[in-house]
């Protein structure tokens, strides 16, 4: 199966800060999301993104899928983003393969 | 609010026993995926089900099984538990057709702690 790579592994931002994540591949996919882990637990969903660039508020995502990557950007963070936040992908259909997720801290 | 609902929220139970989490998907949703959540194992998908019948399987375990019922909700089957299986078991659906893929949108989770 796929093998999904995500750094950092750990992120400390300062509030009002901008970051990128990334999200490596070790084969190509037809299905990506990105996700949000908050505190208490709950997985929320913020992209899917196969291909091409979306944008929703603050936060944006690119997958580059012929060189099998994908990046979250987040700009002017604010304490409310901190979590943990994974990648995961499938080669077909919707069983998707999660990396092992960047662990965000945002301090104000 | 995904829209995704599950029961119960938090589970304890002893080595040994057999133990039911149920998953009810968003209105219109016909899959409905499991996923655990463990510290050493990270996030894993277990099984995929579609409209009523069986669409993909992961590692899931013999012990455990799964089905989804006529009207769409979706129950995870645990036997024989063991301390390992302490989890967070997480509930997704999509609107899903057999073969293409689109958003899955999870639920709060089952914290199973397994004593």
């Known amino acids: 199966g796929i093998q999904v790579e995500q750094s950092p592994p750990d992120l400390i931002l300062q509030e009002g800060a901008n970051s990128t994540l990334r999200c490596n591949f070790s084969?190509?996919?037809?299905?990506l999301q990105w996700f949000h882990q908050n505190p208490w637990g709950q997985l929320i969903n913020l992209f899917y993104i196969p291909s091409g660039t979306k944008q929703n508020g603050r936060l944006s995502a690119t997958t580059v899928a012929t060189e099998r990557y994908s990046l979250l950007y987040i700009s002017s963070s604010q304490t409310t983003d901190s979590g943990v936040y994974f990648c995961a992908g499938a080669k077909y259909g919707n069983k998707l393969v999660f990396g092992a997720g960047t662990i965000l801290r945002v301090k104000s | 609010d995904s829209g995704v609902t599950q029961t119960p929220k938090h589970l304890i139970t002893a080595t040994g026993q057999r133990v039911t989490l149920r998953c009810s998907p968003r209105s219109g949703d016909l899959s409905v995926y499991w996923y655990q959540q463990s510290l050493d194992q990270g996030l894993q998908f277990l099984i995929q089900y579609y409209n009523g019948e069986e669409r993909a399987k992961g590692n899931i375990l013999e012990r455990f099984s799964a089905q989804q019922f006529p009207d769409l909700h979706s129950e995870l089957n645990l036997s024989s538990l063991e301390l390992g299986d302490s989890a967070l078991y997480f509930c997704?659906?999509?609107?899903?057709?057999?073969?293409?893929?689109?958003?899955?949108?999870f639920g709060p989770g089952t914290r199973l702690t397994v004593l």
């Open positions: 084969d190509s996919v037809n299905n």
């Open positions: 997704a659906s999509s609107v899903g057709s057999r073969d293409s893929t689109d958003t899955q949108y």
